[in-house]
């Protein structure tokens, strides 16, 4: 059964989480989107080697729950790996959730939660 107009009518950007040069790159083709002030929040989360979890599951959490413009989030897959429990309990069908290569991480399928999901629904 499809869901309602209302349930991603308002739903019109893409999130990110990601390395430096993925963030970069995806900013540089237009996908960042700062809302006005007081709260000024982005749409967007760059990940070094500093971060800690604690605050990549805090954008996972303010991008999937508490922010109701988000459509699709992208997350580099390495980055997920560090946040894997949070990612496959997700289970909304938004934002849909969808796991990325990057440059010096290159794309598993075996880790990619949503192919997980699509090969136990054809029973594979």
């Known amino acids: 059964m499809a869901l309602p107009a209302s349930a991603y009518k308002e739903r019109q950007f893409l999130a990110v989480i990601g390395d430096e040069d993925s963030v970069t790159g995806l900013l540089l083709a237009g996908v960042g989107h700062v809302t006005a002030a007081p709260d000024s929040q982005k749409n967007f989360l760059v990940v070094d080697g500093k971060t800690e979890d604690s605050a990549i599951e805090a ?16 997350i580099n897959q390495h980055i997920a790996e560090r946040i894997r429990n949070r ?35 054809f029973g594979e």
């Open 59 to 74: 954008a996972f959490e303010d991008f999937t729950s508490k922010r109701k413009d988000i459509g699709i989030l992208l």
């Open 87 to 121: 990612v496959e309990a997700f289970t909304s069908a938004f934002p849909a959730i969808l796991e990325i290569p990057s440059k010096d991480h290159p794309y598993d399928p075996e880790k990619d939660t949503v192919l997980k999901r699509v090969q136990r629904l």
